[in-house]
């Protein structure tokens, strides 16, 4: 199994860089729709567009796209078989971070949608920021193997 598997790893490592990309686009969006939610009036009609992009944007894009990045990843990992490496174990500490910040985001969307969100347009703008320097991180780790 494990060689039928070593020689689609191209097209394994292409379709997780893709869904990486998918995943990061929509990390980097939600929190942005949130800031211009904030300031919108509950109820009305932005805000009732906002719900719908916000839902959209988690469950047809953000969330798939996690999931192809985990089962592609799962799939490199274990063709690869080097786990030995420290940048690995980096890696994979970031990427459960960026999963946590993922669920965040997903219960923020959901405080949206029930007109219960407390937090502010200056805290989900410092949160817009929070995935795009994990992504750096991994991306470095990914890159350089520094350890």
């Given at each position: 199994m494990r060689d039928l598997l070593v020689e689609y790893y191209l097209i394994f490592l292409t379709i997780h860089i893709l869904a990486v990309i998918s995943w990061m686009a929509g990390m980097l969006y939600l929190p942005r729709l949130f800031v211009y939610h904030t300031t919108v009036k509950p109820e009305s009609q932005t805000s009732k567009l906002f719900k719908v992009m916000?839902?959209?944007?988690?469950r047809?894009?953000?969330?798939?796209?996690?999931?192809?990045?985990?089962?592609?990843?799962?799939?490199?990992?274990?063709i690869w078989e080097d786990w030995s490496q420290g940048w690995i174990h980096a890696k994979i500490f970031f990427v459960l971070v960026m999963s946590g910040v993922h669920g965040m985001l997903a219960k923020?969307?959901?405080?949206?949608?029930?007109?219960r969100n407390v937090k502010s347009e200056r805290f989900y703008r410092i949160l817009n920021e929070v995935p795009a320097v994990l992504m750096v991180i991994i991306v470095i780790l990914v890159v350089n193997k520094p350890f």
């Open positions: 916000e839902k959209r944007l988690l047809i894009i953000i969330n798939p796209a996690m999931i192809v990045t985990f089962l592609t990843g799962s799939l490199l990992l274990y923020y969307r959901k405080d949206f949608e029930q007109d």
